[in-house]
C-alpha cells in the first residue's frame, strides 16, 4: 500500500503537461472533408439494452432540461460514474454516459442524448469495451469518425474531446489495440481543429508502463476516485 501512495504521489506530480487547446491544436487546418466511411452495422437489437437508460435521459431532460453552452459528457461506464459535481464544482456540466456501450451506440443514440442540446463542448470517452468485444482499431476510428460526423452536422461549432482509450488490470491483454486505436484517433483528430485528442491513460500506469492498482475499483477495470482525480486534473483548463 505504501509503494501504490508513493506511485500514485509521484504520478500526480510529475505527469506531462495537457495538450493544446484547440487553436493551437491544428493550425491552418481546415474541418475534415468529406463523409467518414460508414460504420459496420450492428443488430438493431443491441439497442434495446439500453432503452431504459436513454429514456430515463430524455425524462430527467423534460423535467429540467440541461442549459445551453453546457459540457456534456458522454461516453461508456468511465464517463457514467464521473461524479461531475465533485470533481468540476466550477463547470455546467451534465453527463450522459451508459455503462457498457460501444462508441457505435453513442452514435444511435446520438439524436436523443447528444445533438438535441446546445452544447459548446463534448467530453467523449469510448471505444474500451469495442475492443474487447472484438473491433479492430480500424473499426474504433471508423466508429468515431461516424460519431464526429453527426455530432458536427447538427453542431458545427461544437468541441469534442476524445479521452484515449485506458489501460487497466483486466484487459490489459487488449493493451496493444488500444495503443493502435488511440494512435490512428490522435492524428484523425489533428485533422479539425474542433476535435482534440487528450492522453490519459499515461495517468494510470506506474515506472514500468503497467496499471496502478491503486488506481482501480476491485473488478481491476473500473477507476476509483483517485484515478478520477488525475484524469479531472488533466482536463479540468480545458473545460473552460
Excluded at 455530432?151 to 495503443?179: M, N
Excluded at 506506474?206 to 492498482?213: F, R, W
Aim: hydrophobic letters at 45%.
Amino acid at each position: 500500500m505504501l509503494k501504490h501512495s508513493l506511485i500514485f504521489c509521484f504520478v500526480a506530480m510529475m505527469v506531462a503537461p495537457v495538450a493544446p487547446l484547440f487553436a493551437d491544436a491544428a493550425p491552418g487546418l481546415q474541418p475534415a472533408a468529406g463523409i467518414a466511411a460508414a460504420p459496420a452495422q450492428p443488430k438493431p437489437d443491441r439497442f434495446a439494452r439500453w432503452e431504459k437508460e436513454i429514456t430515463a435521459f430524455e425524462k430527467a431532460d423534460a423535467l429540467n432540461p440541461p442549459p445551453a453552452h453546457a459540457v456534456e459528457f458522454v461516453g461508456s461506464s468511465s464517463i457514467r460514474i464521473w461524479n461531475l459535481k465533485k470533481w468540476f464544482p466550477d463547470v455546467v456540466a451534465f453527463n450522459r454516459g451508459f455503462g457498457g456501450s460501444h462508441i457505435i451506440d453513442c452514435v444511435h443514440f446520438a439524436p436523443r442524448i447528444v445533438t438535441n442540446y446546445k452544447t459548446r463542448l463534448i467530453v467523449f470517452y469510448a471505444g474500451d469495451n469495442d475492443i474487447d468485444a472484438g473491433e479492430s482499431a480500424q473499426g474504433v476510428l471508423t466508429d468515431f469518425k461516424a460519431f464526429h460526423q453527426i455530432v458536427h452536422a447538427s453542431l458545427p461549432d461544437t468541441k469534442i474531446i476524445f479521452l484515449s482509450i485506458k489501460p487497466s488490470i483486466s484487459r490489459w491483454r487488449e493493451r496493444a489495440t488500444q495503443v493502435e486505436a488511440n494512435r490512428l484517433i490522435e492524428a484523425y483528430c489533428k485533422t479539425d481543429p474542433r476535435l482534440l485528442y487528450v492522453e490519459v491513460g499515461d495517468l494510470l500506469l506506474d515506472y514500468e508502463g503497467k496499471p496502478l492498482p491503486a488506481l482501480f475499483q476491485k473488478d481491476g477495470l473500473h477507476m476509483n476516485p483517485a484515478g478520477y482525480a488525475l484524469w479531472s486534473w488533466r482536463i479540468r483548463e480545458l473545460l473552460h
